[in-house]
Each structure stands twice: as structure tokens, then as C-alpha cells.
């Protein structure tokens, strides 16, 4: 039986509060063994998903694309839009940006963290850290973000927090 409802056949996950889109498809499609276009041509969106997860976000997704994922993902359009940066807030998708002791409460990349105005975070007063300050290496986009670790040394992302500078 097909109809407009949700695929009973995938696992469907609760986004985190503040949780990115890009760390949420991620989360989404490797339960389901899903690649973004395979995810993409689940939800007739075409070849979006793989640029959405990288945060290039321009031409930004249409509620019609939004309504069309939440056929697939089990999560409502206004859900998924909170995952994205409201309108007129400046974005930067590089470097990926963390706060390790947020990550250490919620395992999950907040969306803020990629604004152009955030530097810090407000909770915990520490700088983000914009790359792994243990070993130096680049963090990898969100969506691939299974281990919740350094993909060079291994320290975890929640362990970066006693490296983060006071704010
Ligand atoms: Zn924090
Ligand atoms: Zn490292």
C-alpha cells in the first residue's frame, strides 16, 4: 500500500534540539543504508542531498522539497526547516565548527555553530574550535559524523572541550 504516509520500512530518528540538517541526513541515512542520492530519489528531490549536506545551501531547499523529505523521514517540513539557518542569518560551511562540550550532553552538530556571527558558545562561554586541537586535522562535514571522534587521533569530540579556550 502506497500513499502519501510515512515508509514504514525505514527507521525513522528523533532530530536532536539545534541539530543540522547535514548531521541529521547523515544520521538518517546510515540506519536506512542510504546514499544521498539514493535518499534523494526516495523522496523525488533528485540529486540535492549530497550539496545540502555539504551546507551549500544555495538555491535554498523549497518547502516543496522539505514536504517531499518528510514523506521519506518521517519529520515534518516546519521540523526540517529548524534545522536550517533562518532567513537573513549568514552561513559559512567551512570549517565545520564545534563545541565539545555541547557535543559531550547532545551528540549532534548544532546548526548555530555555522552561522558567520557565532565564534563561542553562549552555554558553556568556550571558543568553537574549527578544527581537531589535538592533532590538527580538519573536521569532516557533519553528515559523517558516526564516531562523534577526531577521524586522525581519535580523541572524541566531547573530550576537545578541555582544549577549548574561555570565551
Ligand atoms: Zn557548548
Ligand atoms: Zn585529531
Known sequence: MIDAGIQPWLFQIEPYEGESFSHFLGRFRR???LTPSGLGQLAGIG??????????L??????????????????SAERLAEML??????????PIRLCGACYGETPCHRMEWQYKSVWKC???QLKLVSKC???EAPFKMPALW??????R???TFAEMAKFQKVA
Open 146 to 151: 558516526e564516531d562523534g571522534a577526531c577521524s
Open 47 to 56: 540529486a540535492v542531498v549530497a550539496r545540502w549536506e555539504r551546507f551549500h
Open 122 to 124: 553562549d552555554r558553556h
Open 31 to 33: 540506519p536506512n543504508h
Open 85 to 94: 539557518p533562518p532567513n537573513g542569518v549568514g552561513m559559512q560551511w567551512s
Open 133 to 135: 586541537p589535538n592533532c
Open 58 to 75: 544555495n538555491p535554498f531547499p523549497s518547502q516543496r522539497e522539505l514536504e517531499s523529505l518528510t514523506g521519506v523521514v518521517g519529520v
Open 153 to 155: 587521533c581519535l580523541i
